[in-house]
């Protein structure tokens, strides 16, 4: 074939980012931009914030001015169709508040939310008030949220169980209908913090709860997995899936990629969102 032959490809559908950047590549905006690539899509990247942080932990984040995550946005969606939002950490009310008149431009466009409000050690990364301004202005835009148990009673200021309760007697159907009374159209509760002996990850819908999944526990923790899992499932949308579906799949993508996770430093292991490309990794999945 000569080069006067060649016909360009169609684009793959582009996802629309809006996270903070981590040097490490495990977490943020970089585990989002392998995961969507790694599933066929072209990722897009609007940078909430610069953190100083490695495999264990946050130590520092610089905030972006709103002015400046508003023209990152606006520039690319200008230019460029976006198949599906999806939304990591945001840095501050101001942000929260800027990127929920964005997104409220493009009703149309499915909103994937990944609550991130702290990271794998522990470290703050949403107060109180910007918790306040995802419930007010983010969630009831939002299609999916996908929170652990314990940003989902955080998210429901949840005052009589306590965060801290996450191993006890925690109505999750209950906190859940409290997230969809907010406005949004699906919560996924994920079961990771839960002293379960199997990771149970539920999906809820406004007409009631629509699937369970049930996962072999892996050993370990990992850096990143929250982000991987919910950019795994606005690659399914993006790529055609029901939301239902998009869920399912994007469950199997990250347990694979985290079983096949290595320690690249000192602290958490590090999803591999490329497993596909390595030789010789063996089967499993859900129960």
């Not at 690319?76 to 939002?85: Q, T």
């Not at 990992?222 to 993006?238: D, P, Q």
Request: hydrophobic fraction near 40%; aromatic fraction near 6%.
């Amino acid at each position: 074939m000569s080069l006067n032959d060649y016909r360009p490809l169609p684009a793959p559908p582009a996802v629309l980012v809006f996270a903070a950047s981590d040097p490490s590549s495990g977490a943020g905006m970089q585990a989002d931009l392998l995961t969507l690539a790694s599933m066929g899509c072209h990722p897009l990247s609007v940078m909430t914030a610069l953190t100083v942080q490695d495999t264990t932990g946050v130590d520092d984040m610089l905030v972006f001015d709103a002015e400046w995550i508003v023209d990152q946005a606006r520039c690319i969606l200008e230019d460029v169709p976006v198949a599906v939002f999806k939304l990591g950490v945001l840095g501050s009310v101001e942000a929260i508040a800027a990127i929920a008149e964005i997104v409220s431009d493009y009703p149309e466009i499915p909103l994937i939310l990944d609550p991130v409000l702290s990271s794998g050690r522990g470290d703050e990364l949403a107060n109180e008030d910007m918790i306040a301004a995802l419930r007010e202005l983010i969630i009831p835009q939002t299609t999916l949220i996908t929170p652990n148990t314990l940003e989902l009673l955080r998210l429901v200021h949840d005052e009589e169980q306590g965060e801290e309760d996450t191993d006890g007697p925690v109505d999750v159907d209950e906190c859940a209908a409290r997230l969809l009374d907010l406005g949004c159209e699906y919560v996924l509760v994920t079961g990771t913090h839960r002293a379960t002996p199997k990771v149970i990850n539920t999906l809820y819908h406004r007409d009631g709860k629509v699937r369970e999944d049930t996962w072999d526990r892996l050993p370990g923790s990992y850096h990143g997995s929250g982000c991987t899992l919910a950019s795994a499932i606005a690659a399914g949308i993006a790529q055609g899936l029901e939301l239902p579906d998009a869920v399912r799949e994007a469950q199997e993508y990250t347990w694979q990629a985290l079983r096949a996770g290595y320690r690249l430093g000192m602290g958490q292991f590090i999803p591999d969102r490329m497993f596909w490309a390595r030789d010789d990794i063996p089967g499993g999945g859900a129960s």
